[in-house]
């Protein structure tokens, strides 16, 4: 199969897949090796990078996607008027907790967010966002939570290494009188 019609398969399979698909997959379906596989994609998306095009191959949870440009999520959300369920600001704090300090326990997500999660944990299990990693070596052996390729995918990372640092989200309003203008408070 020459590399034009590699492309073209690629395209049509990243089109029909909700799901990224490892190149690996990608290489046994199309019985090409790697590296075939990996230029036609890296064509693919150079020639997606013109702005006639409304789709772009990205690389996300583990695999390749074909996935809707960000200039045009309105115009799709208006067309299929998705029913969007968000996050709660506490299931959202669950899960940064746990893509920052996995594997961790509820025990431990609790003591860090200063309230219960048990709720917080259970939605996020349900929308297969985090999973049961293993039990802790610990009385009670607690369960250990971490993130799913899911997570990964529905927030655009490659691996847990593209997660912004923390101290990105730090508020500078929490911090103590001196730190912000030199001086103790009642001074």
């Not at 802790?136 to 655009?156: D, S, V, W």
Request: hydrophobic share 40%; glycine share 8%.
């Amino acid at each position: 199969m020459n590399l034009d019609r590699v492309q073209g398969a690629l395209e049509a399979l990243l089109f029909v897949t909700p799901e990224p698909i490892p190149v690996g997959k990608l290489c046994r379906v199309l019985g090409v090796s790697e590296a075939v596989v990996r230029e036609a994609l890296r064509r693919l998306v150079e020639e997606c990078r013109s702005e006639r095009r409304g789709l772009e191959p990205v690389e996300a949870g583990g695999g390749w996607q074909l996935v809707t440009k960000a200039e045009y999520a309105r115009a799709v959300e208006q067309l299929v008027q998705p029913r969007r369920q968000g996050l709660s600001q506490a299931a959202l704090e669950t899960l940064a907790i746990i893509a920052y300090r996995q594997p961790v326990t509820r025990a431990e997500i609790d003591a860090v967010r200063g309230v219960q999660s048990e709720a917080a944990v259970r939605t996020l299990l349900e929308r297969g966002l985090i999973r049961e990693v293993g039990r802790k070596e610990a009385p009670g052996r607690p369960i250990l939570y971490g993130t799913t390729p899911l997570f990964l995918q529905q927030f655009g990372l490659r691996d847990l290494s593209e997660l912004p640092p923390p101290e990105r989200f730090r508020d500078p309003a929490a911090a103590p009188a001196a730190s912000r203008n030199g001086t103790l408070a009642g001074d």
